[in-house]
Structure formats: C-alpha cells, structure tokens
C-alpha cells in the first residue's frame, strides 16, 4: 500500500529554520514527482515547492523562492523540504503529495489537482 509520511514539524522562532522529511513506503520513488504544499487555517491549500522524479527540475513559489531547498534521496525513499529564514506566514500545515510518471522526466508541478497520493500532514508554526 503506497504511504507518504511527512515529519520535522514544530514550533519555530521568526528567522528560524526546519527540515521538513516526506517519507515513502509501499513503493519507490523513482518514477515520482514529489511536491510540498501548506494549508493554513481559513485559505486553498497552496504548492510551496515540488521536485522532478529525476531530481533535475524543481519550482518554487515566489513567496518562498531564496528561503526553501527542496531535495530528494532516491536510496532512502525520501523527499526533503530545508526551510530557512522562516516567517510567521509559513504557519501552516505541510503535506508532501506523489504523482507518478510512466517516464524518467525533469518536470513537475505545483499544482493540487496534478496529485493523488498525500500523506497525512505535519504542523509548522513560526512565532515568537
């Protein structure tokens, strides 16, 4: 059974930093883009950040392009998410989403409805 499991969540000061892992199990990723998204309470859950199946291409929202590193360890089956200089407007729940491709390829998406695995979410809050 395909799993995603996201960790590295908590409670940050403004200016602070977390990783952010997504965790798969029941398959490998291989053939997967991979992408983060945040849900704060009260708004559309929005793409923060995704990574190609081939780790070559990723994107980024503008609001987080210089502060967030998205990467991918293909041996332990896992996608990370390095968040820097963390704002209170990061507050969020983080979910990381898998979309298969039936080809080794340099794209991916920010877009919610691209995806049809998710895991279960990970809380982040920024504040001091």
């Known amino acids: 059974q395909l799993q995603l499991v996201e960790s590295g969540g908590g409670l940050v000061q403004p200016g602070g930093s977390l990783r952010l892992a997504c965790a798969a199990s029941?398959?490998?990723?291989?053939?997967?883009?991979i992408a983060w998204f945040r849900q704060a309470p009260g708004k559309e859950r929005e793409g923060v950040s995704c990574?190609?199946?081939?780790?070559?291409?990723?994107d980024y929202a503008d609001s987080v392009k210089g502060r967030f590193t998205i990467s991918r360890d293909n041996a332990k089956n896992t996608v990370f998410l390095q968040m820097n200089s963390l704002k209170p407007e990061d507050t969020a729940v983080y979910y990381c989403?898998?979309?298969?491709?039936?080809?080794?390829?340099?794209?991916?998406?920010?877009?919610?409805?691209?995806?049809?695995?998710w895991g279960q979410g990970t809380q982040v809050t920024v504040s001091s």
């Open positions: 029941g398959f490998t990723l291989d053939y997967y883009a």
């Open positions: 989403a898998a979309d298969r491709m039936g080809y080794r390829s340099d794209y991916c998406s920010l877009k919610v409805v691209v995806y049809d695995d």
């Open positions: 990574i190609s199946n081939n780790g070559q291409g990723t």
